[in-house]
């Protein structure tokens, strides 16, 4: 009896090939019980450290997160190790289409209470209840139909940067934000319309598509995979590319280019730019789009005042950071009224 299936030699051969580089930036989720999240994570950190495997990975009792990065020539045994774990046996790994040796540069595995940070109550609706999964084909089909209404699920800051053609992308914060907006606009086509969601590697739409199913919207569909397997398949299978610009992904690399199309613009120019920066004074950190020309115009900040900070010298900004809280991470990805050309609400 076989206990599991494994990767033909040649499916494995591909995918390491594909990398072109010494190490495959992929990600992967699962939603399942695990009794002891410490435990898990422990083994994991064990293992993965051995096989030199980097990244960030929450851990819930609700299942794992994972954005990885893995040297290439230790793909088949970090296969291996997933597929000997019951839940995670033949999990799909998105695996990214740019890669970059040193889009993960630690082995970050943490204890958390969910694994995506969604601000639901999950005791208040069935979790299990999920939309139709769809693929890069069927996607296609669908959202071209009058009766769709085809949502973001991802931040203002990651549809900014690109989206699909015809998507709702709802200027928000937070991911709970954009659940109550998208239901108050749709209050009236809970019955006859069909709401169609995507986010970067579908695990956000998991739960979604089963809040909005709670919520009385009869058709709710997910694209499998989120935007990374659409852009794979779309490569793989000759398919139409419906998705414009970047694909904003939560590593070094920052951003993952699916069309050529720039549909966003430097946030201090104003002109054509899809390239997220942090401001480089360590106070601030503020996430936003930032050009080349003013990039070293600014000395890579966001403005005149972090500017002049990173000038002083380094244990004069550590005094002046002493006692304030850097809230710049945390709220304000993309927004600051120093940025005169940022995005509109
Ligand atoms: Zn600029
Ligand atoms: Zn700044």
Known sequence: MQLYNKLSAKERAAL????????????????????????????????????AVLGRIYVAHEGINAQLSVPAQNFEAFKNFLDGIYFLENVRLNIAIEQDAKSFLKLKVKVRDKIVADGLNDETFDVTNKGIHVDAATFNELIES???????????????????????????DTFRDSL???EEDLRDHKEDKKLVMYCTGGIRCEKASAYYKHKGFKQVYQLEGGII????????????NKFKGKNFVFDHRRGERISEDIISNCHQCGKPCDTHVNCENEACHLLFIQCEECAEAMNHTCSDECKEIIA???????ELRKGIPNSNKIFKKGRSEKLKFQRKA
């Open 16 to 51: 390491i090939d594909e990398a072109g580089e010494d190490r495959l930036t992929l990600s992967f989720y699962q939603y399942a019980k695990i009794g002891n999240p410490h435990l898990f994570r422990n083994h994991l950190f064990i293992a993965w450290d051995e096989l």
């Open 146 to 172: 009058d009766d769709v209404v085809l949502v973001d699920m991802r931040n203002h800051y990651e549809s900014e940067i690109g989206h699909f053609k015809n998507a709702v992308t709802p200027d928000v």
């Open 180 to 182: 109550d907006l998208i």
């Open 229 to 240: 397997e659409y852009a794979r398949q779309v490569e793989q299978l000759k398919l139409e």
């Open 312 to 318: 002083l010298p380094y244990e004069v900004q550590k």
